[in-house]
């Protein structure tokens, strides 16, 4: 099984897990906080960098100097806001044969193959995705099947972009294209076969991961099976600790998920085993890792915090869930 990767000249181990940094930041962190939790990388987004203006902001500095973290970041290709937007509501957008339009508080935002490579290497990313078109596994064959052709027309432009731009690059990003096909196996294995033969620096398993509050785990098997096995593959969205742990028995090595920083926000802690609701007791010494928040605080006085100063607490606890996260990968690698 590969257990690392080099990326630009910094040293991957896997299985690693990417936090959400969506719009170039993760709320209530700061850089000092993201390497004192030793998380392995961030995922930033590039529909919203496009939709909050920063792309040109950040490219003056590079990604990595933007947000003063020098680890591996990969940027998702804005194929995700298809299903959370477009799909869902129809009236914030069109899918076009090689654009998508999105129609947000009269603001037009166009993505193409091409210009997602384009501000992708203008941020400075050590992962590129191309862009696809996802979708949930519940939609139609049919809907599954326009899916798998717009992403496998768009990974072709997406990689003839990135050769043309990346031609004279000394130390080029990778490039990664996304298995779409739903729950149906012949169209997810026409996906993949069809990618494959483009040859990507790496794979992922695209879509909603979760079919009816269920992790797919055996559609996430198959699809794997399908992957070679001398590139990373990526189980994008998924992020539950034992469904990562189910995962990289299956083979996938690198995830990524808002849950545990989101959780944090929320009040849940991630221990060994279990997520915890943030109540008015103290926390068992088994409970306790080696985070900030279990060094110098209770449980309790955790749960004051979230009444007194929000702030505090928000940061607390997400340092807590992303240092849970990062030795729960340690453990794996």
Same mark, same amino acid.
């Given at each position: @099984? %590969?257990?690392?990767?080099?990326?630009? =000249?910094?040293?991957?181990?896997?299985? &690693?897990?990417?936090?959400?940094?969506?719009?170039?930041?993760?709320?209530?962190? *700061?850089?000092?906080?993201?390497?004192?939790?030793?998380? /392995?990388?961030?995922?930033?987004n590039? +529909?919203?960098?496009?939709?909050?203006?920063f792309?040109?902001?950040?490219?003056?500095?590079?990604?990595?100097?933007?947000?003063?973290?020098?680890?591996?970041?990969? #940027?998702?290709?804005?194929?995700? $806001?298809?299903?959370?937007?477009?799909?869902?509501?129809?009236?914030?957008g069109?899918?076009?044969k090689?654009?998508?339009?999105?129609?947000?508080?009269?603001? !037009?935002?166009?993505?193409?193959?091409?210009?997602?490579?384009?501000? $992708? %290497?203008?941020?400075?990313?050590?992962?590129?995705?191309?862009? *696809?078109?996802?979708?949930?596994?519940?939609?139609?064959?049919?809907?599954?099947?326009? #899916?798998v052709?717009?992403?496998?027309?768009?990974?072709?432009?997406c990689? !003839?972009?990135?050769?043309?731009?990346?031609?004279? @690059?000394?130390?080029?990003?990778?490039?990664?294209?996304?298995? $779409?096909?739903? /729950?149906?196996?012949?169209?997810?294995?026409?996906?993949?076969? #069809? %990618?494959?033969?483009?040859?990507?620096d790496?794979? #992922?398993?695209?879509?909603?991961?979760?079919k009816?509050?269920k992790?797919?785990?055996?559609?996430?098997? +198959?699809?794997?099976?399908?992957?070679?096995? *001398?590139?990373?593959k990526? &189980? @994008?969205?998924?992020?539950k600790?034992?469904?990562?742990?189910?995962?990289?028995k299956? =083979? +996938?090595?690198?995830? *990524?998920?808002v849950?545990?920083t989101?959780?944090?926000?929320?009040?849940?802690?991630?221990?060994?085993?279990?997520?915890?609701?943030?109540?008015?007791?103290?926390f068992?010494?088994k409970?306790?890792?080696?985070c900030?928040?279990?060094k110098?605080?209770?449980?309790t006085?955790?749960?004051?915090f979230?009444?007194?100063?929000?702030?505090?607490?928000e940061?607390?606890?997400?340092?807590?869930?992303?240092?849970? +996260?990062?030795?729960?990968m340690?453990?794996? $690698?």
């Open positions: @099984m %590969l257990n690392r990767i080099n990326i630009r =000249g910094k040293i991957l181990n896997l299985p &690693a897990f990417f936090p959400d940094a969506t719009s170039g930041f993760i709320k209530s962190m *700061d850089s000092n906080d993201l390497n004192e939790c030793n998380i /392995d990388g961030v995922v930033v590039t +529909y919203h960098l496009l939709k909050n203006n792309i040109d902001k950040i490219e003056k500095k590079g990604i990595h100097n933007y947000m003063n973290f020098n680890k591996p970041i990969v #940027s998702d290709s804005g194929g995700f $806001q298809i299903m959370s937007l477009i799909h869902q509501s129809p009236e914030l069109k899918i076009h090689n654009k998508i339009i999105f129609l947000l508080d009269s603001k !037009k935002i166009e993505l193409t193959p091409e210009s997602c490579i384009q501000l $992708q %290497l203008k941020i400075g990313s050590d992962i590129i995705m191309c862009l *696809d078109d996802c979708t949930r596994a519940e939609s139609s064959f049919k809907e599954q099947e326009k #899916s052709e717009r992403t496998i027309r768009w990974a072709k432009k990689k !003839k972009e990135f050769e043309k731009l990346t031609k004279n @690059m000394k130390n080029k990003p990778k490039i990664f294209a996304i298995v $779409q096909g739903g /729950d149906y196996k012949k169209l997810r294995k026409k996906c993949a076969e #069809s %990618l494959i033969k483009m040859g990507f790496g794979y #992922s398993f695209g879509g909603f991961p979760v009816k509050g992790l797919m785990k055996n559609m996430l098997e +198959y699809v794997s099976n399908l992957l070679p096995d *001398d590139k990373p990526y &189980a @994008m969205g998924i992020g600790p034992q469904d990562i742990i189910d995962c990289v299956l =083979g +996938y090595n690198i995830f *990524d998920c849950i545990p989101r959780d944090a926000r929320h009040k849940r802690l991630f221990i060994p085993g279990k997520e915890i609701k943030v109540k008015p007791k103290y068992n010494e409970f306790k890792c080696d900030r928040l279990c110098n605080f209770t449980l006085e955790l749960h004051n979230f009444q007194t100063d929000r702030k505090k607490a940061k607390l606890a997400t340092i807590h869930n992303l240092k849970t +996260y990062s030795n729960l340690k453990g794996l $690698q």
